[in-house]
């Protein structure tokens, strides 16, 4: 079935470890993103990728890194996890201006 | 860059009453106003968009209204049930960018 999937769906990782959140898309949708929400609350733009090779900064801050080599795979990755980074993650792609479709998300709790 | 606000941001309502969510618009350019309803613990899924070149859509119990003039577009969910209740987003996409603008959710109780 064409969707957007996200693994893990829940990580519980200690401080200063490296970790990579996986998307991937199978609608051969151009645009991706990710999100950072906190349960119910805003959604917060963190990085997204109009496509190959092409990767952009979004508007919340965010010491985490991705990158887009295949038009379906959009990871996500941390470098040294804080528990200032617990939180969603959550990853969309988009088909030129139709709306996004989302994955299911990553919670991630860092101890 | 385009900025959404949405009001309320909680609504308790009874059930069978309806609902009403607001959001407004900065950028006047923006053509695709989408709303998506995300239950506890679930991702954000899309119910209902519109384009600026209509001004109503009705699907089944919800209705999304566009005003341009005023840059307001609104979701009305009628005779309401308990699996309405949810956080609401809307959004609105600029024409010259890929990147939906979110408003900051509305908190929808339906009562029993």
């Known amino acids: 079935e064409a969707d957007i999937y996200q693994t893990p769906r829940y990580l519980v990782i200690g401080t200063g470890k490296k970790i990579t959140l996986e998307c991937s898309q199978t609608?051969?949708?151009?645009?991706m993103y990710w999100y950072q929400q906190d349960p119910g609350m805003e959604l917060h733009l963190i990085h997204y990728s109009y496509g190959v090779n092409s990767t952009e900064k979004g508007d919340l801050s965010s010491e985490s890194t991705v990158s887009r080599i295949r038009t379906e795979h959009f990871p996500l990755t941390l470098e040294s996890a804080r528990p200032s980074h617990t939180s969603q993650y959550l990853c969309?792609?988009?088909?030129?201006?139709?709306?996004?479709?989302f994955g299911s998300g990553t919670r991630l709790t860092v101890v | 860059g385009e900025n959404v606000e949405q009001h309320p941001s909680t609504l308790s309502v009874q059930e069978g009453d309806s609902a009403v969510i607001k959001c407004t618009y900065s950028d006047s350019a923006s053509n695709y106003f989408p709303w998506y309803k995300q239950e506890l613990g679930k991702r954000p899924q899309l119910i209902i968009d519109i384009r600026s070149n209509v001004g109503e859509k009705k699907d089944q119990r919800i209705a999304v209204t566009l005003n341009k003039t005023a840059k307001h577009f609104s979701l009305h969910i009628t005779e309401t049930q308990p699996e309405d209740s949810a956080v609401y987003f809307c959004a609105a996409s600029p024409l010259n960018d890929y990147k939906l603008s979110f408003g900051a959710g509305t908190t929808v109780t339906v009562r029993a």
């Open positions: 969309a792609s988009r088909r030129d201006r139709d709306g996004y479709t």
């Open positions: 609608m051969g949708h151009d645009k």
